[in-house]
């Protein structure tokens, strides 16, 4: 069997995606609720909030681009207001813990990886599977970004960022 270009490049994009994602999730994981909500300066997100709109903008771009096969992210949508600001409310009735973002990470993450990783590597794409990927992929434009501000909040306060 031949593995072509195109699977090899699919497969690194993927792996660097997963670590990605693995960083991500290390650098939220141990933070308390004070190091998530501790503002570095006035009008500036907190680590939380930044956090939480990861999931949230994970959350609805992927239920834009899956509709009803991702009812599941539908709460997490929730975790934004329109004006940008956290909305989010935890299940101590305050704002997430770094344990719910990370199982939002998660729950994102598998829908994100399932809708890359369909068919086999060289497949011929479906034209609908074709716009759920290029929607997926759009989704970077808000998450990377938003991840590297995060690193640098954290750093900001002497504690590990996402390191990729």
Known sequence: MYVTRAAIAEARVFDSWQDYQDALKRAIAPLTEEQLGRRLLPGLRTPGEIAVHIVFGRAKWVHHALGEEAAELVPLIRWDDEGGTVAAVGANGGPPTAAEIVAGLELTWRYIAAALMRGAPG???????????QQIWGMLDHDLPHAGELSLLLGAAGLPGVEI
């Open 123 to 133: 497949d011929v794409l479906a034209e609908e599977d074709a716009a759920i990927r």
